[in-house]
């Protein structure tokens, strides 16, 4: 069986994975599982509460994204998977995964300079879903972005790091070609 080529989408928050992620997902026809799309549905369905029960179905949230991976390897069909996974955590959860489905990952790391992170960050926290409490850990947000917490993955494969710093110079064509080639 020939590995599965699939996207991963990766990087701090406020990276614009999401943005990058939704398109190339729409535009290769491909399905995406999205960390705040699942986590949002949580929030939609057991309600939205303080900071420690965001972190709770935070939690939940990863093991159901490998669940929904498991089930697209083991379809032998390619996906676009967006997250910010930790790499203390994600690295072994991929490398077990493509044990059982072999996998050939191209991953996408979007980052900016933190000052430009925290920025959109706290820009952005009064339009997310209520459930991320987003206004209430600014502090948080930026010590772990000064901690350097989110960085690539090594799950094999191909990485892009695309500075997105200014979205108008990202070269979003080009980066759905590059994901294009992957999958085909």
Partial sequence: MSPTPIILVTGPPASGKTTLAERIARELRL?????????ETLFDSFGTRDREWSKWLGRATYPLIFRFLEVQ???GRSVVVD???GPEMANGEFERLKARYPFRALQIYCSAPNEVLYERYADRAAERH??????????EIKAQL??????????GGETIEVDTSNFSSVDFEGLVSAASNHVS
């Fill in 31 to 39: 399905p995406l599982i999205a960390k705040d799309v699942i986590k």
């Fill in 73 to 75: 390897l083991a379809a």
């Fill in 83 to 85: 997250a910010t996974f």
């Fill in 130 to 139: 209520p459930g991320h409490v987003d206004s209430q850990i600014l502090d």
């Fill in 146 to 155: 000064e901690e350097n917490r989110w960085q690539p993955l090594d799950v």
